[in-house]
């Protein structure tokens, strides 16, 4: 690393007043009580425990992330190994629990070789598994003397499961499954863990049998030598490259050249192939398949929210320190403002405030509803028979019990992963050119987020299924066969009152908010259904219609989800009168700035008046605005968020910015070690070229 500054340049510190002063007069103006409302956010045993946890990292030389913005490709992703090695060893050490682990990667906050291993690969082989394939497979994987991933994703075919092109043919003359990569196209590609570390895969493939197609299913699949870790005989496996973030995990390809493995390889929890018959036995409720990638989409509904509270916190305490010119109408020679009382500057980064709020009442809500679902489809499993058809819109509304959840994770997917993904470029983009920089820890967070929004269903593809869904549901309203859940209930209510209309009191009745938003979502699935069965109007055509459809029904579950937290009894018992106001403040306005957003909508189903519309925009928001101002560092500092975690330098919870950023750009960064030869008729490009190699 670089020599240290000279002693002028460290005696230099940053013009007055000083980023500690300025946050400390934020935390002075506001009376949220920051620990009461970190609890209700996360309990006080789980930050506990994050600090316990945070101090056994911080010890550890190996998570030291002094160089994690200066290393290469090579170099990080064989740190990051290290680093998951180094986490499963301290687990067995200190007796972590899987909840502990994932703590602590979160504070780690990179990806590692280990991720889908830990994920995709274990959650599959419990929900999929039969008694006899956890003994062989999944206590193994879950003491690592196997590593896996879940390779679904083809260079051909990411959304379209039903497209997949690897094949798994059944062999009844020595019952095995011949597992082949029939084009290139069918490469397994994008898939995490898979390029270096995993030496078994979870691989989705079409299962033949007798010259017959029966779909996707799984199949686990040895790779890579259990010695050596070179690729087995007809197998081609390797790293894709480097990508735009996400650069510590190895996502990777993978192909098979007729690969025979055992019958007891599929996982035949509820599909499987017959060894005395060679006869199919049907799943008993063919979305059982796809529980995997509900459980992924549901954890990205609950940790956008987080994601999301590390850009806003970085964004909101940088603004708070940074000032900017004089406000036009303070009196002369009034200092610089501070950028965050900028109304501009206010309206971008203050609604993301709310919607991480937002999205974490939401996501705790969605992951109640899948386990509810889970318990609830195990024990109706063997009683649903029914077959689904080839048009996904015509079956009858009700018929699986995994489809009020299925689709409010693909909608609510696309929607927290897209909010909090545009958040973070907000955030970034919102600390000017010091955001820009690595060193704001909000760059290479984003980049790391970003695949979110493709993977596990490209976010507009998703929108497709939730509208299948709806118009399902419509249909079997309008023919009085309606269920009782939310989703039946708010187009029942719809159809009761479409006659007399709406007349909703969105700026003085919060409860007419959400109301607001349930009739919009209602109003547009009748119109989408009436264009679709009516008018017959293709499936392509309506795919805009589609896609406005499933954010209206997302934004109301959002917003339904706030509310509902908001005036819960949990909150109104353990907050003081204070705070939860300012959390009824933050659900205003998240929910009027959504509205204000999509006010075309609203005011085209007749859920609200032009004239509120305007009060909207030109009164209540801006009035929220100046409500939360105050709060805003608060709010954020009672996300618990350790600088640690954070490692920017602008969103140090001190305020001590400036220094902070000095520092690593003049000694942490190894550019400075270089001593360049200028002249373009010097061969050389360095002229300290052999004392730099006998560094490395």
Not at 262 to 268: D, I, K, Q
Not at 307 to 328: E, K, N, P
Not at 622 to 651: F, M, Y
């Amino acid at each position: 690393m670089p020599n240290p500054p000279p002693a002028w340049v460290q005696a230099l510190k940053p013009a007055s007043p000083q980023g500690t002063e300025l946050l400390t007069q934020e935390r002075a103006q506001s009376n949220i009580d920051v620990d009461t409302l970190g609890d209700l956010l996360h309990t006080k045993e789980a930050l506990k425990k994050q600090d316990e946890i945070l101090s056994v990292l911080k010890s550890e030389k190996v998570f030291d992330k002094s160089r994690n913005h200066v290393l290469g490709r090579t170099e990080k992703i064989q740190l990051a190994l290290a680093r998951g090695k180094r986490l499963q060893q301290l687990k067995k050490a200190h007796n972590w629990s899987d909840e502990d682990v994932h703590v602590a990667n979160d504070l780690v906050s990179e990806p590692t070789p280990y991720g889908l291993h830990a994920s995709m690969f274990l959650v599959t082989l419990r929900e999929q598994g039969t008694p006899e394939q956890h003994k062989l497979f999944y206590e193994r994987a879950r003491n690592y003397e196997i590593i896996g991933c879940y390779a679904q994703t083809e260079l051909g075919h990411g959304s379209n499961v039903r497209g997949l092109e690897t094949t798994a043919t059944w062999d009844p003359s020595d019952q095995t499954f011949i597992i082949h990569s029939p084009t290139l196209t069918a490469s397994k590609w994008w898939i995490g863990s898979l390029g270096r570390t995993a030496n078994h895969a979870v691989v989705m493939a079409q299962l033949y049998i007798g010259g017959k197609n029966y779909g996707p299913h799984p199949f686990v699949v040895q790779i890579r030598d259990m010695e050596t870790h070179q690729p087995l005989e007809n197998v081609y496996v390797g790293d894709i490259g480097p990508k735009f973030g996400y650069n510590t995990m190895d996502n990777g390809f993978l192909l098979f050249n007729k690969l025979k493995i055992p019958h007891v390889n599929m996982l035949a929890r509820f599909a499987q192939v017959d060894k005395a018959t060679n006869k199919y036995i049907r799943p008993a409720s063919p979305s059982l398949m796809y529980g995997t990638m509900t459980w992924v989409r549901s954890n990205i509904v609950l940790q956008a929210g987080g994601v999301l509270a590390r850009g806003v916190t970085i964004a909101v305490r940088y603004c708070a320190v940074r000032r900017q010119f004089q406000d036009r109408d303070a009196k002369a020679n009034a200092e610089e403002n501070q950028v965050l009382n900028y109304k501009m500057v206010q309206i971008r980064l203050l609604p993301l405030l709310a919607a991480m709020y937002a999205l974490h009442f939401t996501g705790r809500g969605m992951m109640r509803l899948y386990e509810e679902n889970q318990e609830r489809m195990k024990a109706a499993a063997q009683a649903d028979q029914e077959k689904r058809g080839a048009g996904p819109e015509q079956l009858r509304a009700g018929s699986d019990l995994l489809a009020d959840l299925h689709a409010t994770s693909c909608g609510l997917k696309a929607l927290a992963s897209t909010t909090a993904g545009e958040g973070l470029e907000v955030c970034r983009r919102a600390c000017g050119g010091h955001g820009y920089s690595n060193y704001s820890g909000i760059g290479p967070w984003y980049a790391d987020y970003l695949p979110t929004l493709t993977w596990e269903g490209d976010n507009y593809m998703l929108t497709q299924q939730v509208a299948r869904y709806l118009l399902k549901s419509a249909r079997a309203v309008l023919a009085g066969k309606g269920t009782a859940n939310d989703t039946s209930r708010i187009l029942q209510a719809y159809l009761a009152r479409r006659d007399k209309g709406a007349s909703f009191d969105i700026l003085g009745n919060d409860a007419d908010i959400v109301a607001a938003f349930a009739w919009r979502t209602a109003h547009l699935t009748f119109e989408t259904l009436k264009y679709r069965d009516v008018e017959k109007r293709s499936w392509n055509s309506l795919l805009i219609n589609f896609w406005r459809l499933s954010t209206a029904l997302s934004q109301y579950l959002v917003v339904k989800n706030f509310y509902e937290a908001v005036n819960s009894p949990e909150i109104r018992s353990s907050l003081d009168k204070d705070t939860a106001s300012t959390l009824r403040s933050l659900f205003r306005l998240h929910a009027l700035h959504t509205l204000d957003r999509e006010a075309s909508e609203f005011f085209s189903s007749a859920a609200v008046t032009v004239r509120q519309i305007g009060l909207t925009q030109t009164s209540e928001v801006p009035k929220l605005l100046d409500e939360i101002r105050p709060h805003a560092v608060r709010l954020v500092d009672s996300w618990k968020i350790p600088d640690w975690q954070l490692d920017s330098a602008l969103g140090r919870s001190d305020g001590d910015v400036y220094p902070d950023l000095f520092k690593r750009a003049s000694m942490q960064n190894p550019v400075n070690d270089l001593v360049f030869d200028p002249y373009p008729w010097n061969e050389n490009v360095l002229k300290n070229a052999g004392e730099i190699k006998s560094k490395l």
